[in-house]
Structure formats: structure tokens, C-alpha cells
């Protein structure tokens, strides 16, 4: 099969033919119709997650139908559409696991991490990892929800009931959470990179009540807020922007280092907190949201031969929504 390879951090993936395997027990053997690019993959790529299974495939926002289950594997059929996540395998035995907690499993494994993901025409993923996909999303349209989605949606539910959010760094996952807050009769405030006026009016087109640079104050107090950045001095920024009692959380696996601040920002019982991966009761979850709400997702594709180019549109900022590979998809949404 034809597959972008990351041989070494920080080199250009190679496009490579490479042996196809098969699936395993309880594993599914998937053609791939489309795949995300995510912001973590630029974190694999640069080296900034450490210990990556190497040569590796990214890629974790993966939309493909079953081609072969394996001798155990009976939750799907052939033909089956499905999503391939982030998190592609939890032990089920540790006390996290057993809590529902398996996003924290210290022995969990992560597609287009440690594990090959969808950067190719096929991949391989445990069947019980694995989500359907509603039909109302065609392939390219679902495929940010996999990750941008399901990530931003665990970020969203740690604000409780905040009814003003404030979203800092407005690309994939903020245009999907903006939407659904919208539907919830929640106020969302976008903060952006100073003079990022295309980004700004992107996020009002989403459905953000006010858009603005991340170095400036919102209008009004608000009361939580996301940052989807991986930008650690906005940690500062969005405790000053909410309230006593209200919760900031860093929505990335990834984010530079957060510079010292007078403890009066934290104090009035703000809470900050990080979100850690993604549990299958997110994804169940989501999946039934997202056609009620009418997501819908705003993509740029590339073929898989540009990968690399695309990694670099996200890079430099150049995205307006998502990137995504679009390699054997179907245009419409299945019916």
C-alpha cells in the first residue's frame, strides 16, 4: 500500500510503498477514505512528543470502511464506515480503565503515535476503539471530528455550565465547539494572533459573539475559558480574562512552557486544568451531538502525496478550519 512515512523527527515524510499487514484478533483492516491533519501530528513531527514508534504513519482523524475483520472481531461488517481516534488501545484492567477513566492508562496507545495510523490507504485499529460515523457527515466532513471534534468536545465539557467561553487559538477544534455552544445558547469569545483579521472573522462566521487578538481584554468577564493554542503564556491571559470560580482549560498534548504569574490570577477559586486524550464514551457521545447540532466542518484537502504540504499550511497558520487527506473518500455523505 502507499503510505506518507515519518522516518526521523523534523524530516520530510517520504512517500513510501510499504507491506500492508492483517488485522489481528479483535482488529479491523480498513481502507482509508480519509484522514485529519491534526496539530498533533506537527507535535509528532517536530519531535516535541517524545518516543514515537518510528518509522511511523501519522495521522488519527481516520474515515475508512472495513475491507477484513479478524477471527474475534464482531462489531462490524465489511463495508462498515468507521472512525479511527487518537486513543487506539487502553489495558482495561488498571484502576483508571476500570473507572472510565482510560484516556489515562498508562499503558494506552495512541494511533499515528505509537501505533501506524492513517497517513496511507490502509491502517489497522482495534475494533473496539473504533466509532461509527453518522451518516449526515461525508467522509472529508467527518473526519475532523475524530480528533478536532472529540478533543474539543472533552475541552467544552470541562467548562460545566459556563455560559460565556472564552476559545483561545480559533482554528479545527474551535470551529466545531463554537458551533456547539452556539446551539446551546452559550456566548463564545475568539481570541486570535494579533492582526489575524481573516481568523477573526472566521470565528464570527462560526458563530463567536465577539473576535479579537489574544492580547487584549474580552468586552465582558467571562466565565471559563478553552485554550487550544500551544502557547503557554496565554495560560496568564485567560486566568485574568474569567472570573472567581471560573475554570481555564489547555485543550493540547502539547504546549510551551507556562511563564511564572502572581498567584492573584489563580486565587477567587479559579480552577486550570488540562484535557489528557479521549475516552470511547466521548466518542459515543459526540458522534450523537454532532448531527443534532448540524456541524459543520470546514476543510481544505490535499492529496496524500502532499501531506508534507499540508502539515505546513497548518503550521504557518494558513488554515481556515481543517486539513485533511482526502485519499479514497467519497464525496457525499453516505446515505
Avoid at 470502511?65 to 489495558?91: K, M, Q, S
Avoid at 488554515?319 to 485533511?324: F, K, N, Q, T
Wanted: glycine share 10%.
Amino acid at each position: 500500500m502507499r503510505a506518507m512515512v515519518l522516518e526521523k523527527p523534523r524530516r520530510p515524510l517520504v512517500a513510501k510503498d510499504v507491506l500492508q499487514g492483517e488485522p489481528g484478533v479483535t482488529e479491523i483492516l480498513i481502507r482509508v477514505a480519509a484522514c485529519g491533519v491534526c496539530r498533533t501530528d506537527l507535535h509528532v513531527y517536530d519531535g516535541e512528543l517524545a518516543d514515537p514508534k518510528l518509522p511511523l504513519i501519522l495521522g488519527h482523524e481516520i474515515v475508512g470502511r472495513v475491507v477484513r475483520t479478524g477471527p474475534g472481531a464482531n462489531r462490524f461488517r465489511e463495508g462498515d464506515r468507521v472512525g479511527v481516534p487518537w486513543l487506539a488501545w487502553a489495558c482495561g484492567k488498571c484502576g483508571y480503565c476500570r473507572a472510565g477513566k482510560e484516556n489515562l492508562c498508562a499503558l494506552a496507545v495512541f494511533t499515528g503515535y505509537t501505533h501506524d495510523g492513517g497517513y496511507a490507504e490502509f491502517t489497522i485499529a482495534s475494533e473496539s476503539f473504533c466509532v461509527p460515523i453518522p451518516a449526515e457527515f461525508s467522509d472529508v466532513e467527518a473526519s475532523p471530528l475524530l480528533c478536532a471534534g472529540l478533543i474539543g468536545y472533552r475541552a467544552y465539557a470541562k467548562t460545566g455550565d459556563a455560559r460565556r467561553i472564552g476559545i483561545y487559538g480559533f482554528g479545527a477544534a474551535a470551529h466545531i465547539i463554537t458551533q456547539v455552544a452556539k446551539f446551546e445558547a452559550r456566548e463564545i469569545y475568539a481570541f486570535t494572533r494579533k492582526g489575524d483579521v481573516e481568523s477573526q472573522k472566521f470565528a464570527r462566521e462560526m458563530g463567536a459573539v465577539w473576535a479579537g487578538a489574544s492580547s487584549e481584554p474580552p468586552p465582558v468577564e467571562l466565565y471559563a475559558a478553552i485554550i487550544f493554542a500551544p502557547a503557554g503564556e496565554l495560560v496568564p491571559a485567560a486566568l485574568k480574562a474569567v472570573c472567581r470560580g471560573g475554570t481555564v482549560v489547555c485543550g493540547g498534548i502539547h504546549m510551551s512552557d507556562i511563564p511564572a504569574f502572581p498567584y492573584e490570577l489563580l486565587w477567587g477559586e479559579r480552577t486550570l486544568c488540562s484535557v489528557a486524550n479521549l475516552t470511547r464514551k466521548d466518542a459515543d457521545e459526540f458522534m450523537r451531538i454532532a448531527p443534532k447540532v448540524r456541524v459543520r466542518t470546514t476543510t481544505q484537502t490535499f492529496p496524500l502525496e502532499d501531506a508534507n504540504q499540508a502539515l505546513e499550511h497548518l503550521r504557518r497558520g494558513k488554515l481556515h478550519g481543517a486539513a485533511v487527506l482526502a485519499i479514497a473518500c467519497e464525496q457525499r455523505a453516505a446515505k
